[in-house]
């Protein structure tokens, strides 16, 4: 049984920032690329940045390049995301996501964890 576990969201201010974190539980081998989603209300989900487990490349959302980091620990199937330079419009929902069959648009993830909530004020 597979699960994504995230962790680190909350409230910050505007130009604040935060680091998501989660932990990938009852995956034998590491999946080829993961990533993290967001869902404000209202709106579609969409792909925020994504990274090839392999060869360490990343991929971002137009609207978070340069302010938004994604990071994989090489020990461990865990997955982080910086954001910086924080804005009212990245409030949402933030899903972590393994095994996304188009990494590079990042979409179409196998796995997917629960949420977690940044608000933006």
């Known amino acids: 049984h597979v699960q994504l576990v995230e962790s680190g969201g909350g409230s910050v201010q505007a130009g604040g920032s935060l680091r998501l974190s989660c932990e990938v539980i009852?995956?034998?081998?590491?999946?080829?690329?993961m990533g993290w989603f967001r869902q404000a209300p209202g709106k579609e989900r969409e792909g925020v940045a994504s990274?090839?487990?392999?060869?360490?490349?990343?991929y971002y959302a137009d609207s978070v390049t340069g302010r938004f980091t994604i990071s994989k620990d090489n020990t461990k199937n865990n997955l982080h995301l910086q954001l910086n330079s924080l804005k009212p419009e990245d409030t949402a929902m933030y899903y972590c996501?393994?095994?996304?069959?188009?990494?590079?648009?990042?979409?179409?993830?196998?796995?997917w964890g629960q949420g977690t909530q940044v608000t933006v004020s």
């Open positions: 996501a393994a095994d996304l069959r188009f990494c590079r648009d990042i979409r179409s993830p196998t796995y």
């Open positions: 009852g995956l034998v081998d590491s999946p080829r690329c």
């Open positions: 990274i090839y487990t392999g060869d360490g490349s990343t």
